[in-house]
Every structure is written in structure tokens, then in C-alpha cells.
């Protein structure tokens, strides 16, 4: 029994390495926490002067500013046209990272590509590898100031400043592009709305003179009952424009679309009440109802008018204009390699990997009095060799 117990007892606990222990073998392998990181550090100094320098050229633009047409003509009529207008961009994203998704598109990035040829300096085979490419190079951000950054990097510093100017010109194409489809589609619209006004302004004009003109009957048709019911229908038409063009980009499901119907809901709404009022107001005598139809369409095609002529007037325009704050001109100076980072960084890194190295060579050294470690590592030693 005491025979079997005699090797336990013999075996040493594990010794645990102490602070004390870890000054001592920082002290005597100080040299080595010197030398070793400033070989490192000197190693990557040097390699980075066998990598290509990169320069950064850099443009910045504001957002461009262009005011809606039926904004710019409800905003002015006042009421609840005024109150629609503020409706019309309620809800959209911030105009910043539209712009900003617009600049990193793919119809940008392919005219670029196409441009400067840079598939073949980039040794891509396919588009998708280009664009990659030219992503990875390009950095395009909007600040907390709202002006957007683009940023360029390439090995030639003048072809940095060209893609980085090119990216302008290619936004104000697509801008432009964009704007005539948008004032296309409301002009057409507008078009259409005031054939329909011109008819039935027509129509009740007739309607009218063939009553006859009573002068104390026309007093008691209210002018500003009318302009009201004018403006308001205005209002019915700028959302129904506003709908169909949100229609043509978003699902029906989308809040900007389900917004709009509301606010097409409640504008019909107040047209029938206005309408009632109005009705009740002039008495159902036939011709004080033609006199308010002639009065109502009369408005209603004059303000039908100033859209259609707003809306040709922003086609003709060409849409928003990219307001350039820096056009971007070739960098003097390198970008990357930064030399005293990347020395530093590895200076650093080598001092870590050299104290990680001696806490486990002290820890080792600590239990190698312990029987069963000994063992591991004779078997360690062993494997290695192998």
C-alpha cells in the first residue's frame, strides 16, 4: 500500500508563473523585445517601397436642387393645394443617398468602364469584374455637412482625377436623362387634363349663353366659393398626377403610394362637401347651376393651363443641374502606402507575438518539473521530429 504511493508522493505540483517571473525573463531576453520588433518594423519600411504608390483624387457636389412642378404651382395657389404640396415629397428617402445611389449605379459604373477602357487596365475578362474593380477604387459618401465626397484612387494620379470628374459629367447625363422621362410623363398628363378642361369650359360657356344673361343672378354665384372649389379640384389633379407617376416606379402596396390615396381620398372628399354647399348656396334655378359650371370650368381651365405650361417649361429645362463645389484636380502627393503606419503597425505586432512568445516559454519552463508534462513534451518533441 505505502509502495504504491511513494511515486504520488515524489511527483511536484505545477509551479504558476508569477509577475516576478515575467519581469525576470522580459529582463533577460530584453534584446530580443528590441531588436526583433525594429527588424520587423525596418523590414516593412522597406517592402513598402517595392509596392506601386496609389493617389486619391477627390470632387464634391451639393445636392442638386430642383423644385417639383406641381409643388412649385400648388405651393402658390394656397389652401389645401398649399397643404398637398408639402405631400408631394412626404415620404421620399433622403434625397443625399439617392444621389449617392445614382453616382454607384451600374449605368455610371458601365459608361466609366466603357470610357477609360478600363477593363483592360484592370485585367478583367468580364463587366461584373470591372465594376468591382472600379467600386474598390471609388469612395462615394455624403457628409454631415449634405454635400456628397467622391473619391477616386488609381496609380496614374491623372486618371484619378479624370474618373473622379467623370463621375460628374456622368451623373448630370443621367440626371438629365431621368428628368425628361419624369417631365415627359407630366406633361402628357397635363396635356390630356387640359383638352378636358378646354371641352367642357366650352361646353358650359355654351350651355350658358343659351340661358341668357341675367346680371342679379351672377351676383348671388360667390366668386370665392368658386376659385375655392377651382383650387381644390387642382389639388384632386396634382395628387392624381403625383399617384400615377409613383405608380410607374413603386408597387401599389408601397406607404408613398398608399399616402397619396389617402390624400386623393380626402381632397374628392372635400370636393363633394364644397360641392353640396355650393349647390345649396345658389339655388337650383337652371341658370344660376350653368352660371357656377361656367365659373367653375373657367377656373379650372385657366389653372389646368399654367401646369401644362410649367410642365413644358421644366422638360425644356433639362432637369436638376449637379452643382460642382470642387472639380477634382491631380493629386501631387501618394496616398497609400503610409510607410511610418504600416512600420509602426508591424513594430507593434512583432512586440506582441515576442511577449506571447516568452509568457509561454515561462509557463513552460515552470511545469516542466511536473512529471505528466514532461511526458507531453517528450512526446511533443517526438511527433516533431517525425
Same mark, same amino acid.
Given at each position: 500500500?505505502?509502495?504504491?504511493?511513494?511515486?504520488?508522493?515524489?511527483?511536484?505540483?505545477?509551479?504558476?508563473?508569477?509577475?516576478?517571473?515575467?519581469?525576470?525573463?522580459?529582463?533577460?531576453?530584453?534584446?530580443?523585445?528590441?531588436?526583433?520588433?525594429?527588424?520587423?518594423?525596418?523590414?516593412?519600411?522597406?517592402?513598402?517601397?517595392?509596392?506601386?504608390?496609389?493617389?486619391?483624387?477627390?470632387?464634391?457636389?451639393?445636392?442638386?436642387?430642383?423644385?417639383?412642378?406641381?409643388?412649385?404651382?400648388?405651393?402658390?395657389?394656397?389652401?389645401?393645394?398649399?397643404?398637398?404640396?408639402?405631400?408631394?415629397?412626404?415620404?421620399?428617402?433622403?434625397?443625399?443617398?439617392?444621389?449617392?445611389?445614382?453616382?454607384?449605379?451600374?449605368?455610371?459604373?458601365?459608361?466609366?468602364?466603357?470610357?477609360?477602357?478600363?477593363?483592360?487596365?484592370?485585367?478583367?475578362?468580364?463587366?461584373?469584374?470591372?465594376?468591382?474593380?472600379?467600386?474598390?477604387?471609388?469612395?462615394?459618401?455624403?457628409?454631415?455637412?449634405?454635400?456628397?465626397?467622391?473619391?477616386?484612387?488609381?496609380?496614374?494620379?491623372?486618371?484619378?482625377?479624370?474618373?473622379?470628374?467623370?463621375?460628374?459629367?456622368?451623373?448630370?447625363?443621367?440626371?438629365?436623362?431621368?428628368?425628361?422621362?419624369?417631365?415627359?410623363?407630366?406633361?402628357?398628363?397635363?396635356?390630356?387634363?387640359?383638352?378636358?378642361?378646354?371641352?367642357?369650359?366650352?361646353?358650359?360657356?355654351?350651355?350658358?349663353?343659351?340661358?341668357?344673361?341675367?346680371?342679379?343672378?351672377?351676383?348671388?354665384?360667390?366668386?370665392?366659393?368658386?376659385?375655392?372649389?377651382?383650387?381644390?379640384?387642382?389639388?384632386?389633379?396634382?395628387?392624381?398626377?403625383?399617384?400615377?407617376?409613383?405608380?410607374?416606379?413603386?408597387?401599389?402596396?408601397?406607404?408613398?403610394?398608399?399616402?397619396?390615396?389617402?390624400?386623393?381620398?380626402?381632397?374628392? *372628399? /372635400? $370636393? =363633394?362637401?364644397?360641392?353640396?354647399?355650393? %349647390?345649396? &348656396?345658389?339655388?337650383?334655378?337652371?341658370?344660376? #347651376?350653368?352660371? @357656377?359650371?361656367?365659373?367653375?370650368?373657367?377656373?379650372?381651365?385657366?389653372?389646368?393651363?399654367?401646369?401644362?405650361?410649367?410642365?413644358?417649361?421644366?422638360?425644356?429645362?433639362?432637369?436638376?443641374?449637379?452643382?460642382?463645389?470642387?472639380?477634382?484636380?491631380?493629386?501631387?502627393?501618394?496616398?497609400?502606402?503610409?510607410?511610418?503606419?504600416?512600420?509602426?503597425?508591424?513594430?507593434?505586432?512583432?512586440?506582441?507575438?515576442?511577449?506571447?512568445?516568452?509568457?509561454?516559454? *515561462? /509557463? $513552460? =519552463?515552470?511545469?516542466?518539473?511536473?512529471? %505528466?508534462? &514532461?511526458?507531453?513534451?517528450?512526446?511533443?518533441? #517526438?511527433?516533431? @521530429?517525425?
Amino acid at each position: 500500500m505505502n509502495t504504491h504511493l511513494q511515486p504520488m508522493a515524489a511527483a511536484k505540483p505545477a509551479r504558476e508563473v508569477t509577475f516576478l517571473d515575467m519581469i525576470h525573463t522580459i529582463l533577460v531576453h530584453w534584446k530580443m523585445l528590441i531588436l526583433v520588433p525594429l527588424a520587423a518594423g525596418s523590414l516593412a519600411l522597406g517592402g513598402t517601397y517595392l509596392v506601386t504608390p496609389r493617389f486619391t483624387a477627390s470632387a464634391q457636389i451639393t445636392t442638386p436642387q430642383n423644385q417639383n412642378l406641381a409643388s412649385a404651382l400648388l405651393g402658390n395657389l394656397g389652401g389645401a393645394a398649399g397643404a398637398l404640396a408639402g405631400g408631394l415629397t412626404a415620404g421620399l428617402k433622403n434625397p443625399a443617398d439617392q444621389w449617392i445611389g445614382l453616382l454607384k449605379s451600374r449605368a455610371i459604373a458601365d459608361a466609366l468602364i466603357e470610357r477609360f477602357d478600363l477593363k483592360q487596365r484592370y485585367g478583367a475578362q468580364f463587366m461584373f469584374e470591372a465594376r468591382e474593380s472600379l467600386a474598390g477604387a471609388s469612395r462615394i459618401s455624403v457628409g454631415k455637412d449634405g454635400l456628397i465626397d467622391i473619391e477616386v484612387e488609381d496609380t496614374d494620379p491623372k486618371l484619378a482625377a479624370d474618373l473622379a470628374n467623370a463621375y460628374l459629367e456622368e451623373l448630370q447625363k443621367l440626371a438629365r436623362q431621368m428628368a425628361l422621362s419624369d417631365a415627359a410623363q407630366r406633361r402628357s398628363i397635363f396635356e390630356g387634363l387640359l383638352r378636358k378642361a378646354k371641352d367642357d369650359f366650352t361646353r358650359a360657356e355654351q350651355a350658358l349663353r343659351a340661358t341668357g344673361v341675367n346680371e342679379s343672378l351672377m351676383k348671388i354665384s360667390p366668386t370665392a366659393a368658386m376659385q375655392g372649389l377651382a383650387a381644390l379640384k387642382q389639388s384632386e389633379i396634382a395628387a392624381e398626377v403625383k399617384l400615377s407617376v409613383l405608380r410607374s416606379a413603386l408597387a401599389d402596396s408601397s406607404p408613398e403610394v398608399l399616402q397619396t390615396k389617402r390624400e386623393l381620398s380626402g381632397i374628392r *372628399a /372635400q $370636393l =363633394a362637401k364644397l360641392d353640396q354647399t355650393s %349647390a345649396a &348656396a345658389a339655388g337650383d334655378s337652371d341658370y344660376s #347651376a350653368k352660371f @357656377r359650371d361656367f365659373q367653375y370650368h373657367s377656373m379650372l381651365f385657366e389653372l389646368t393651363a399654367k401646369q401644362f405650361e410649367l410642365a413644358r417649361i421644366d422638360e425644356a429645362s433639362g432637369g436638376a443641374v449637379v452643382q460642382v463645389i470642387d472639380r477634382a484636380s491631380v493629386p501631387e502627393w501618394k496616398s497609400s502606402p503610409k510607410r511610418g503606419v504600416i512600420a509602426l503597425v508591424t513594430a507593434v505586432l512583432s512586440l506582441f507575438v515576442c511577449l506571447t512568445w516568452l509568457v509561454f516559454k *515561462a /509557463q $513552460l =519552463a515552470a511545469t516542466a518539473d511536473d512529471a %505528466a508534462t &514532461a511526458e507531453k513534451l517528450e512526446r511533443i518533441k #517526438a511527433l516533431w @521530429r517525425r
